[in-house]
């Protein structure tokens, strides 16, 4: 098999991690690279051998699969391009910024003879590999759930403050829960959102409530402006006398009785491309395109996160249309 030729759009933090992990895999090569940046880009393709190109165009006519590591208001058209160009697309989150343009992109992906795999690494990472198959083998039956991921500001990059890039706060971090909410729980069949402006001009806090078709529910917080205090990110799953407790992608904690030691596993020492879940994301994105399995999270999955998402900014909008202060 020839090697896969990789392209970069986009040459920032996550492109490097990405470029990292492909450089391990011999079944393909960085082959090529866009971004305005100079001096970024030119850093890349000093660690990676990549060819700095001028144009998307001229990327998308020396590569088999693109990368698209850019802002997220960026994501949607760059997909559409390079998949009706015949290039394979790896997009990192989110898929689009809007549900017509994410819509646009599952129909690029329908119709393209590439594959289409969205970003959602956490799917992948030890804790919640292990928490799902918790779920799964019925050790743990879900009657709730307690969600929270806060970002620690939106001023690094500066884009992440502004909403006509970022699609707003819940498309930036918080995606990654509310894609493990359907991931780890299902889809839910209600949704309940509170959400305020607090510190800066867009709506930066959000409460939200799931409930899903077996009776369970989750609640979910999360806040543009917590400070990175540890854990960030923590998910705990509650069941009959049991509860999971995950810790970031560091640690998860098990307890099936109310009078039974608690177990805890510890990722902490993994390398973070591992830990996190990026080396299998994207082995998995060269296996299918190598004809080997499915993409891991397919168009139709993020296109389905990205309903979640407008679900709960439609009912953060009805609540504050029903406020007695409205």
Known sequence: ?????????????????????????????????????????????????????????????????????????????????????????????????????????????????????????????????????????GDVVLSSALLKMNRGELRRPAWTGDPLVSGGFLYETPIHMLDLTRYLFGEPVEVVCRARSTVYDQLDDFSMLFTFESGASAVFATSAHATWLFPFERVEVYGEHAAIVTEEMERITFSTGDQQAALTLDFAQQPRDERWGYIEADGRFVDAICGVGEPAVSAAEAFATTQLVERCYAAAREADAASPSA
């Open 1 to 137: 098999m020839d090697t896969l030729r990789i392209g970069f759009m986009g040459a920032g933090f996550i492109a490097g991690i990405h470029a990292e992990v492909l450089a391990r895999d011999p079944r393909v090569s960085v082959h090529a690279v866009i971004d305005p940046d100079l001096q970024r880009v030119t850093t890349f393709a000093l660690n990676t051998g990549a060819a700095v190109v001028p144009s998307l165009d001229d990327l998308l006519g020396e590569v088999d699969a693109l990368y698209i590591c850019t802002p997220n208001a960026l994501h949607a058209d760059v997909a559409i391009h390079a998949l009706d160009a015949g290039v394979s697309v790896f997009s990192e989150k989110p898929m689009a910024t809007s549900i017509d343009d994410a819509r646009a992109v599952l129909d690029a992906s329908q119709r393209a003879r590439g594959v289409y795999q969205a970003g959602f690494n956490r799917r992948f990472a030890g804790v919640y590999r292990e928490l799902k198959h918790r779920l799964v083998s």
